[in-house]
């Protein structure tokens, strides 16, 4: 059959005397098998357009193979040209991983890019309070500059006379200069006679330490100043944002008075308690100790006492005390009334309802309940069974401020926790049933403080600032009456 083709075509060229122009493809049809075609002008036509061919062919099938490719990367079961099958359509499971995965990754920058969108929405809001600051301090008349007079001998010696008759014996401590070697070294050396308009004088303060009797001999008093915050350490991740560290002011065996033990609190199951051995190794994040809570933990409002972790369990105003060298549950209570689960926050949320504080009181719970309004209720707890043993309503509002400690039986609220020169603006006294309002300065360096803790066993304040662990050193001073 083959071979009458071949003539038939022979025939043909010959009639047309075309054999100079003939042609013959050969390649795969659709179903991959070989075909030979030829093609002879026609003596006729002069022109006739070729349409299709094997290379068109070619194209249409290499076409219908990209197009099930593509229906299987947009789960799509698209139909090829020319019904041609190809390949399955059917989603590979490593092609459905790979979307699967760039879907993740997608959605995970999205919430970035939310996230930051926020931030800068808070950085905007700042900048339009520095402006309004700066337009303020602006619109203050100055203050005229007197020329600079030259120290006469006496002058120069003002760091050795003694305090007038009747002069203010503290104003006379915190204006002399610091004896330590010859007073004529401490000038500034930018002080120098000349003839400039005014010069600024620098002088050096040296803290005096307080009187005696400024404190009771339990250590307690009230606070006077916080100092400035200290960075022990960053988180790792995006878990760390929010969170809780803290240490046994007695620690029980096995583990030493120097543990320090972390809660990242940025999920709906918390669970993991981490224990170090001592800060140098919370600074490195290097745990030597990993406890795995039988109960979901809320918030930030957890602490650390006679060897047992005390905290809120998710979802529920129930206090748990987990014993550590045990490893289990040693208690539960239910907190009466309180509110919880965003209920009665602090002002920067996170479902701050309920918060516990260890001082040299004992152990206390700060919240709110329905009948107080929103008010801040502070509990004294026993520590052994959480049962409620006395309870005082105050007159600040939860929501009002942005978290709150336990020193000395005094209740202590912060004004902000985004503002980075914030105060102390309120303090309560459980010995007295009295409260005050008071401006001490503090600081929230990174600008998001969730978590604001009196740590007994160093005496010093503990936070977490937008995922940085800081320490404030603390100067208490004489019980003032209210």
């Known amino acids: 059959m083959f071979f009458l083709f071949l003539l038939c075509i022979c025939d043909l060229l010959l009639r047309g005397n075309a054999q100079d122009r003939a042609s013959l493809w050969r390649g795969n049809d659709r179903t991959g098998r070989c075909q030979y075609t030829f093609t002879v002008p026609s003596p006729m036509e002069a022109t006739c357009p070729q349409v299709g061919g094997p290379e068109v062919e070619g194209l249409k099938t ?65 900048m339009d309070e520095m402006r309004r600051e700066t337009e303020r301090l602006r619109s203050r008349p100055c203050l005229t500059q007197n020329p600079v007079v030259a120290p006469s001998s006496t002058q120069q010696d003002w760091g050795r006379a003694r305090p007038a008759a009747g002069s203010n014996q503290m104003t006379h401590l915190m204006t002399r200069p610091n004896r330590q070697g010859d007073s004529s070294n401490l000038r500034d050396s930018a002080w120098q006679y000349g003839a400039l308009s005014f010069q600024e004088l620098k002088a050096e303060v040296t803290e005096v330490p307080a009187p005696d009797g400024t404190v009771d001999n339990t250590g307690c008093g009230e606070v006077i100043s916080v100092g400035e915050p200290v960075t022990h350490r960053k988180a790792d991740n995006i878990a760390g944002k929010y969170g809780v560290w803290m240490q046994d002011p007695e620690a029980v065996s096995p583990y030493g008075p120097n543990m320090l033990w972390r809660i990242d609190t940025i999920g709906t199951e918390i669970r993991q308690l981490y224990g170090y051995d001592d800060m140098e190794q919370l600074s490195k994040g290097f745990p030597s100790k990993v406890l795995l809570l039988p109960d979901p933990l809320e918030s930030t409002g957890a602490t650390m006492y006679r060897g047992s972790l005390y ?44 918060d516990l504080s260890v001082d040299e009181k004992g152990l206390w719970a700060i919240y709110s309940t329905s009948k107080a309004q929103g008010a801040i209720v502070i509990s004294k707890l026993d520590p052994h069974s959480l049962e409620v043993k006395k309870s005082w309503e105050t007159s600040i509002r939860k929501a009002s401020v942005a978290n709150s400690f336990m020193i000395c039986g005094k209740l202590y609220t912060v004004a902000s926790y985004a503002a980075r020169d914030t105060t102390i603006n309120h303090v309560y006294d459980t010995g007295t049933s009295q409260g005050k309002a008071v401006s001490i300065p503090f600081k929230n360096k990174y600008g998001y403080n969730s978590m604001i803790d009196y740590s007994l066993a160093q005496r010093k304040l503990f936070a977490w600032d937008n995922f940085h662990l800081v320490s404030y050193d603390l100067r208490l001073g004489r019980q003032q009456a209210n």
Request: charged residues 30%; without cysteine; proline residues 5%.
């Open 311 to 354: 905290y809120q369990r998710r979802l529920s105003r129930t206090l748990i005390r987990y014993d550590l060298a045990a490893e289990h549950v040693a208690a539960r209570r239910e907190l009466p009334h309180a509110g919880f689960h965003g209920q009665f926050p602090y002002s920067w949320g996170g479902y701050t309802d309920i």
């Open 62 to 126: 290499r076409l219908s193979v990209l197009e099930a490719l593509m229906s299987q990367l947009s789960g799509k079961d698209l139909q090829p040209r020319g019904g041609h099958q190809g390949v399955s359509a059917r989603p590979q499971p490593e092609l459905q991983e790979a979307l699967n995965r760039a879907v993740g990754e997608r959605n995970l920058l999205q919430g970035e890019k939310e996230r930051l969108e926020r931030e800068l929405e808070t950085l905007k809001l700042r």
